[in-house]
């Protein structure tokens, strides 16, 4: 996976889509981290084609890739959402969710879309993160 940097509070992920359309992967705003949305989208391709299970474990990878650029890990996740194409992959989604935050327990959102930017990505996850002090913590981090 591609190393992530901060820049200017920013982490710039590896998306193509971020340049076009003018996005940070994820963005820290005092002792928060809000992630963009993420999908299954790893170095220049799409992981685990028709299945949302994995699918899902590879977008969350993209967006806890993000969150360790800040040094957060999952269990500084407070807030997931996550976006569908079919509401018969809901179990495999939330199983995977499960996986990754069964200790966490951040609140989560799961709703039913029409589609997604490419027809193949089944899911698509935010993440929003928190931790005491981290904006002390980035000072004199960040250019």
Do not use: N
Request: charged share 25%.
């Amino acid at each position: 996976m591609t190393e992530r940097r901060i820049v200017r509070g920013r982490v710039a992920g590896c998306s193509p889509w971020e340049d076009e359309f003018g996005y940070s992967r994820a963005v820290a705003a005092g002792d928060h981290v809000h992630v963009a949305g993420s999908t299954a989208w790893v170095d220049g391709r799409i992981e685990h084609e028709g299945d949302p299970y994995g699918q899902t474990l590879a977008a969350f990878g993209v967006g806890l890739s993000a969150l360790a650029a800040y040094g957060l890990t999952a269990d500084d996740v407070v807030r997931t959402r996550m976006y569908i194409t079919h509401v018969r992959d809901a179990e495999e989604v939330g199983r995977a969710h499960r996986q990754l935050f069964a200790a966490a327990r951040p609140v989560a959102t799961m709703v039913v879309v029409e589609g997604l930017i490419d027809s193949r990505m089944m899911v698509e996850v935010e993440l929003d993160a928190y931790r005491a002090g981290l904006a002390k913590t980035l000072e004199g981090k960040q250019p």
